[in-house]
């Protein structure tokens, strides 16, 4: 016997009212609920058609794009002259202008590479390998001295590629050793703790300025006679130094967010030290820490401005340098918004990175 | 062979790299003694090289003349005085900004925090745009941004700009009117410390009363009348006095008036806003910490929503909150250190000078660290004490 098929009447389909859905429900919803609200949106909006405008005006409108400095005194708008004149200087220095192609070789390979291992699926142990690989690479591309290129001493690499050296190398070298110190700090030996503990506490006590003073004026002192150390080295080193102290402390909360019942399971399967750490808590540790310490990569890469004040061309000694030429005087908030660009899209897309990280991971 | 002697016997077998308590003896040896070698090897180095370029150790250039001006000291200071008097000259200078630029960000990023939670869609991506923008740009570029704005774009004292009447703004400096000096302020400033420790004990005494019979008291309130009230009260029984210190043109500058060298403004500025970036993200994570239940359940036992706020929201919240601004604090003093790349006399700029001049780098360089190591241990203490006193009590 079939089933009796029983047919409702189709009832009318009541909408909701026009004022509650599509744009202007949102409008509503997201604007203008009750009075403060109102109040608030309307306020704003007058403050962006007051202050857009004139805005727009100066920097698209009324400005200029490739004249000379004489054009630009006498321009109302913004001039932008003053970067593209001086853009190679800007981004290279001191680097030999004819090869100059080195430098943007090298970046465009780091970001060839960034964006392939922008995808946490591509994340394996070739590419853990390939990526010292590729820094060297990089570093033999800008240092040269083989496949017949000239060489350029370090010396002379000034603007971004500076910048990124002091970033990626500064991180690089500091990551094992921030690592060895948050291990130190959770030791149970207490000669090894205490003296992890006085390194970090010291180091983060004290600002990245008066390290990098240390470095520039005081190691000089520390060597040997005889023995001298290039200053962006010695720049590196503080740099070093310094941010190893902040990536223990974050590996630390790595370490603490592993259960205690992880470090019993592995010493009762009687596992070393080493193979304990190696194994069984490093791994957990560290995949847990990994959005804290793009933010550690993030403020190093912003830290790296600080050399200035050593005197080493990074990407903002050189755009300081462009306004101090008697030309191009007084066009320093368009030279520092082009660097802040630069800078802002780097740190930028890290913080995106790491904030999708943290949704990912948490899963 | 009993059992007990057999363990006897393999523990006396095992070698001693086997033994974790014996290897770690010698691990912490072997440490200790690297570090004493490096500190050492250093330390010869350091004598040797100081010796042959015939540098003078020790702190005794303290008591020498400094011969150097300072920009806006706080005490009086002249080139004539010493070393000594001049690194306290940028202490205070590095404690003012500091001070100034912790109060500040604390209220602009607890305000851009709570702007970043509006449900008005504007507000929201406003506090949002404000936070990626400032984040992410390094702070020493944003001091020379600032800085160069100032030069730039303000006019020459003689076309100064006058928001206000009395209120100058030029490439010189920023000046304000403050009033005359007068005795009467002295009293005034006495009258408000007396109402913050009537206050204080008015606190103690309702809230005693609170436990025993449940009654409130409007102790918001009463804390804003006494402390405007109370200078008032002491301004117009003596009279009165209006009297202004108004800043005024004479010759190329601006004298007179409270004012504010573009260096310092450039400082400030950069510093607060980079700095209040970051309160405001560690506001909103806080507030958001808080889970809606906690809301739910205050409502349902019938708290006001003002109510819900202060007693139950904030609380919690501010747990949250602490640690982190902490911290930021903290990054903001260090980060004063900075204002020598801009030319505001700080402790940093000005032993900077002395390094210079008296060519003794390392007491320079220790200088700066113990002043900075002070200032944070201070502030991260007072800070812990405020933590604790607000931590989660558990059972």
């Given at each position: ?363 | ?63 020498k003349e400094a011969g150097f001006e300072i920009g806006e000291p706080?005490i009086s200071y002249s080139a004539a005085d010493t070393y000594a008097k001049a690194l306290?000259v940028g ?254 006399p700080?402790?940093?700029?000005v032993?900077?000078t002395t390094?210079?001049q ?38």
């Open positions: 016997m079939e089933p009796a098929i029983i047919s409702i009447p189709a009832t009318e389909e009541i909408k909701p009212p026009i004022t509650g859905i599509g744009v202007i429900g949102w409008v509503r919803k997201n604007l203008f609920t009750g009075k403060f609200n109102t109040l608030l949106t309307l306020l704003i909006l007058f403050a962006i058609v007051k202050t857009v405008p004139p805005i727009i005006r100066w920097a698209f409108v009324d400005s200029l794009w490739s004249s000379q400095s004489q054009a630009c005194k006498e321009a109302a708008g913004a001039c932008w002259s003053v970067v593209t004149n001086n853009i190679r200087f800007i981004l290279f220095g001191f680097y030999p202008y004819d090869q100059q192609w080195r430098p943007i070789a090298a970046i465009a390979l780091l970001v060839g590479f960034i964006i392939y291992s922008h995808n946490r699926r591509r994340w394996n142990t070739k590419l853990l390998i390939a990526w010292p690989l590729g820094l060297a690479a990089m570093g033999i591309i800008m240092y040269g001295g083989i496949f017949s290129l000239p060489e350029v001493e370090t010396e002379k690499w000034s603007g971004i590629s500076l910048t990124l050296l002091l970033a990626i190398f500064g991180l690089s070298a500091a990551y094992p050793l921030g690592v060895l110190l948050a291990l130190g700090r959770r030791s149970r030996l207490p000669a090894i703790k205490a003296l992890s503990v006085v390194y970090i506490e010291l180091i983060r006590g004290v600002p990245l300025i008066s390290m990098l003073f240390m470095a520039s004026v005081m190691l000089p002192l520390f060597l040997p006679e005889g023995i001298t150390i290039n200053k962006i080295l010695r720049a590196q080193v503080a740099i070093i130094l310094f941010t190893a102290a902040y990536i223990a402390e974050v590996v630390r909360g790595g370490l603490q967010a592993i259960p205690r019942g992880q470090y019993e399971a592995a010493e009762a399967l009687g596992l070393s030290y080493y193979q304990k750490m190696r194994l069984i808590v490093l791994p957990q540790a560290l995949k847990t820490v990994i959005p804290p310490t793009v933010s550690i990569l993030i403020s190093a890469f912003k830290d790296t401005s600080l050399v200035v004040i050593i005197g080493l061309f990074d990407l903002l000694k050189t755009t300081h340098v462009t306004l101090s030429n008697p030309d191009w005087m007084g066009f320093s908030n368009e030279a520092y918004l082009f660097t802040s660009l630069i800078y802002f899209v780097g740190c930028f897309f890290m913080s995106n990175f790491s904030r999708r990280l943290e949704t990912q991971l948490k899963t | 062979m009993n059992q007990a002697n057999k363990t006897a016997n393999v523990t006396n077998n095992i070698p001693f790299w086997h033994d974790p308590a014996k290897r770690g003896i010698v691990f912490q040896a072997a440490a200790l003694l690297l570090v004493l070698m490096i500190g050492y090897y250093i330390f010869s180095n350091t004598q040797a090289n100081l010796r042959r370029q015939s540098i003078a150790t020790g702190y005794g250039f303290f008591g706080m306290l202490v205070l200078n590095t404690l003012k900004v500091s001070f100034a630029g912790i109060l500040l960000t604390t209220l602009i990023g607890l305000f851009v925090g709570i702007a970043r939670l509006s449900k008005n869609w504007l507000v929201s991506k406003l506090a949002q745009g404000y936070i990626e923008v400032l984040q992410n740009v390094p702070v020493l570029l944003q001091l020379f941004f600032w800085y160069g704005l100032f030069h730039n774009a303000l006019p020459l004292p003689r076309n100064s700009i006058s928001p206000l009447p009395g209120v100058f703004i030029n490439n010189r400096g920023f000046y304000l009117p403050i009033p005359e000096a007068h005795p009467v302020y002295k009293w005034m400033l006495l009258a408000l410390l007396a109402a913050f420790i009537i206050s204080y004990l008015l606190k103690r005494w309702s809230k005693a009363r609170q436990d025993l019979t449940g009654q409130t008291f409007p102790l918001f309130s009463s804390f804003l009348s006494l402390s405007i009230g109370m200078p008032l009260l002491v301004w117009l029984a003596s009279g009165a006095p209006t009297g202004m210190d108004v800043p005024h043109l004479r010759g190329f500058n601006f004298i007179g008036g409270l004012s504010f060298s573009p260096e310092f403004g450039a400082l400030l500025i950069g510093l607060v806003l980079y700095t209040s970036a970051f309160v405001a993200e560690i506001v909103r994570a806080g507030i958001q910490a808080v889970s809606h239940g906690q809301t739910e359940a205050a409502a349902s036992i019938g708290l006001r929503p003002k109510l819900v706020l202060t007693l139950v929201i904030l609380p919690q919240a501010l747990r949250v909150i602490i640690p982190p601004l902490t911290n930021q604090m903290l990054n903001l003093t260090k980060n004063s250190s900075l204002a020598i790349a801009i030319g505001y700080d402790f940093v700029a032993a900077n390094i210079n008296t060519g003794q780098a390392i007491e320079g360089v220790a200088l700066i660290m113990i002043v900075y190591l002070i200032i944070s241990l201070v502030t991260s203490a007072f800070m812990n004490w405020y933590n604790k006193r607000t931590a989660l009590v558990e059972r």
